[in-house]
């Protein structure tokens, strides 16, 4: 959107396969690092979880041992990823901004803002709220803010992408 004209050599189809290869990579290794440590942790008060899916801090909840230490460091480090993708992905949609705003005509610039501000949207609504039910402190936990928390990172974003992407 920036630079038009470079968009084939900037945005090439390796250029797309490093991106891609380096989010499912990032994915998976997330994932890994979870399942491994969720596995070595000592569950004693049962195996039940007081949510809709198996999620990490209600897991930790269960947990006995000082082993989830270990987990809670890897929730800080993911969420400090997080939030620096989405310092970055903030920091892109300024530069889209700035080009938005010097393009001549109402409509293109209307067109482009209504591509962009709903994705931001989105982007923000699941950084926002995973970051909170990550890093909440657990004074202020309750079992139905919980479950509003991972509706709003997990079901609203997949279910209003239809309406970003058409």
Avoid at 7 to 24: D, F, I, K, N
Avoid at 122 to 130: K, W
Avoid at 140 to 149: A, N, Q, R, T
Wanted: aromatic letters at 10%.
């Amino acid at each position: 959107i920036c630079k038009p004209l470079h968009y084939g050599t900037l945005l090439g189809s390796r250029a797309c396969v490093r991106m891609a290869a380096a989010a499912w990579g990032t994915g998976f290794l997330n994932a890994l690092l979870h399942t491994a440590n969720t596995f070595s942790l000592l569950l004693c008060r049962g195996n039940a979880v007081e949510q809709f899916f198996c999620e990490i801090p209600q897991i930790l909840k269960l947990s006995c041992s000082h082993s989830y230490l270990r987990e809670v460091g890897l929730l800080v480090l993911i969420c400090s990823l997080a939030l620096g993708c989405f310092v970055f992905i903030v920091g892109s949609y300024v530069q889209i901004f700035r080009a938005v705003l010097r393009i001549p005509s109402e409509q293109g610039c209307h067109k482009a803002f209504s591509t962009c501000l709903p994705h931001l949207a989105v982007v923000s609504l699941v950084v926002s709220t995973a970051t909170f039910a990550y890093l909440k402190p657990s004074s202020i936990s309750s079992p139905s803010l919980d479950l509003v928390m991972s509706v709003l990172y997990s079901v609203v974003p997949p279910a209003v992408n239809p309406f970003i992407y058409s």
